[in-house]
């Protein structure tokens, strides 16, 4: 008997029906034979409701904050015990669990805890005696303070993942409203495939460079605690993809390029003029660094003899953007750079495959396409199984399109794309 | 500095505009001197909102049960994160606590758990800070299971005169859109007057005979562990009616009669031909209890000497009658009574006052006023401080009328009644 972890998110459980869809895909689940724990987000629009209403409350939302995770764990309270009774209505018996209930211990950082142990006995418990377990996602509680948390962003799917992980469950299901992951977005490439294995390796440098299917940190809990990952629909029985630690574990072949992901979200900002003298770079992302800006991206040009000074690029999120420039100018007599440049409109491509590190040639067809297509390159970075680029924003949807084509990517005929993203 | 525990219903916290106007309302008592402890109830229409979407996902709702609990506190959860994030905008501090995490003990009998004890450790220490602490009303704990409880009909009453109790508080606000408790209904006498100060032992019989704006559990709690009630409006800063445990204490005058309260919600029921022997009437009203019908009035007949038999009339909630009268009947053989009548268009007054014990006439001038407004009455009971009758159901509202004006009640000009009850 296997023991499956199942998340569904809030577009899963959007209204009353998608309850009920879900309530039955579980109980199918249960009846098959296996063991069943379900993580469950807050129903569809029910967290912006709850944001809606403290905004009419108060002047200016907190962020975070101990009352603001009281308020939206709510929204996951309300979904957990929907399921439950819609479960016990088809005749299997359930129980839902609050995040404190199931044992997820995190520490006080309300609005973005971190996991401190998970403890699900109550759920091992109902799971021994037959029950189906609906756990609150997104919600921890911390023992110090005897305080509700909430995980942050994508933090029903590391409740799931950390939940299997406590259950050594055999795999941990993240339902959601796509088919899977993507060799590239199907609203940029409609010719794009879905993945049916990929690397955790791979999974995070796709999510890392724009792939939304899957949280980052879920990603790499799962990785951590060798948790078996299956992205499917809740909309279809279709099989989805499956996220593995190794793939010599499996009989799969491995591609050279897995996928292509794409990011708008991201902003450039160049300081020019810096003095090329060791430790400059340091102290320039030092400062960076206090101001909370989350780099992605790095490119330091060679130094002009004349001048002895150079030129650092570096890449991070649009709303990062703003503190930073801040910090700099503030600190510009001491890292003696000359001007700061900001660019809001860049966007970034990433070309991603576990093959890469076997198969030369890649960065050239890579080039290649790009130019043929007119496509200019401003940054370019790489890992082990990941080449990024950052090209004009405007660009890159063509940009992922040649290289999805140039890669061999395109499928026979165009995907079926659902909207929305869940929680 | 007095310590006051305040308790706001929904329909004081409608809307956002409500619990901002609420929030204003505790920061002023909060900077008027006073330690302040909230009690809140979900936002207007949230309960029936989310009975209604409980009823889109089964066929059939559970009464009560576990996942009900866990559905309904979020309404609660909801509120009382709004109003702390509220009241902290006007720059006052304030925390809020679940009924967990504010020591409310039960039983484990969800819908309708009863407190164990309240262990209100956190909520004293916040108060002690300088907080205001907000308390989510309705929700309690039980200490064996693990799991929430709700304390069932009028439980954010009693959680705020529970944590009074228990905080040794100088008085519990109950908040309401209602002035206070009146003469009679204001919908039914437009001239009733609000009263000042009332015992709860009057209290009581108003509530038990049909005044909704106290629960009965409320003001039996309050008046065993001698907390001091001041049910008053959330809409004006006027003064409302003060429940007190002796009047001794106040230097308020003891009325002859202190209101008159009315009541549809019962019916009659008559067990006709009972055998006049001792014990008869003792095994119909076992069967009664057995079938959990909350017997109200009774009254037996004399038995007719020729017969040797009697007629025993009594009178329950409309919704228990049904499988009394089926309990009755299936015993029909060993109570050997002849037939049994069923009356659901029944009405009952009932006459509250202190003074009753110590006056003489007042059943007199109750029966003339009646007599003289051709008003038949069908039952009759008294207590030390009560005469409750019972009449025809379209007749209810002459009676109270003219009840009202018989003993001198009526005010010089009508009452501004607001609408709606809160939980």
Chains 1, 2 share one sequence.
Not at 182 to 211: C, H, N, Q, W, Y
């Amino acid at each position: 008997m296997a023991l499956i972890v199942q998340k569904f998110g809030g577009s899963s459980v959007e209204d009353a029906e998608g309850v009920k869809r879900v309530a039955k895909r579980i109980v199918d689940t249960r009846r098959a034979g296996n063991d069943v724990v379900c993580v469950v987000s807050a129903m569809g629009d029910t967290t912006d409701e709850l944001l809606d209403l403290a905004t009419e409350v108060v002047p200016t939302l907190p962020t975070g904050g101990r009352e603001m995770d009281m308020l939206l764990t709510a929204g996951e309270r309300i979904s957990m015990a929907l399921l439950a009774m819609a479960i016990k209505s088809l005749g299997a018996d359930a129980l839902s669990f609050t995040g404190s209930q199931a044992g997820m211990l995190t520490d006080a950082r309300h609005g973005a805890a971190k996991i401190v142990s998970v403890t699900p006995g109550r759920v091992a418990e109902a799971v021994e005696r037959g029950q189906i377990a609906i756990v609150q996602g997104f919600a921890g509680f911390n023992k110090v303070t005897g305080d509700i948390t909430t995980l942050g962003r994508g933090g029903s799917d590391t409740t799931a993942v950390a939940l299997a992980a406590a259950l050594n469950a055999d795999v941990c299901e993240i339902y959601t409203d796509v088919d899977g992951v993507f060799t590239a977005d199907p609203r940029i490439v409609p010719l794009a495939r879905k993945i049916d294995l990929v690397t955790s390796e791979e999974m995070l440098e796709l999510a890392s460079a724009g792939a939304k299917v899957l949280h980052i940190r879920s990603v790499e809990y799962a990785r951590r605690h060798g948790v078996t990952l299956h992205v499917r629909s809740s909309f279809t029985s279709a099989t989805g993809t499956t996220v593995v630690q190794n793939r010599e574990e499996t009989d799969v072949e491995e591609a050279i390029i897995t996928g292509v992901a794409s990011d708008l979200s991201e902003a450039k900002i160049t300081v020019a003029g810096v003095p090329d003298v060791p430790g400059k770079a340091a102290s320039i992302f030092k400062v960076v660094a206090k101001a909370q800006g989350n780099v992605d991206m790095i490119v330091q040009n060679v130094s002009t003899i004349e001048t002895g000074r150079t030129d650092i690029s570096f890449t991070l999120p649009k709303a990062d953007a703003r503190q930073v420039i801040e910090a700099l100018e503030s600190e510009k007599a001491e890292l003696a750079f000359e001007s700061i440049r900001h660019d809001d409109q860049i966007g970034k491509i990433a070309l991603v495959g576990g093959g890469m590190r076997t198969n030369v040639g890649v960065s050239a067809t890579l080039f290649e396409a790009l130019s043929n297509a007119g496509i200019n390159l401003e940054m370019i970075s790489t890992s082990e199984i990941r080449i990024s680029v950052v090209t004009r924003a405007d660009q890159v949807a063509d940009a992922v399109k040649v290289i999805h084509s140039a890669f061999g990517l395109d499928n026979e005929e165009a995907a079926v794309v659902h909207a929305g993203t869940g929680r």
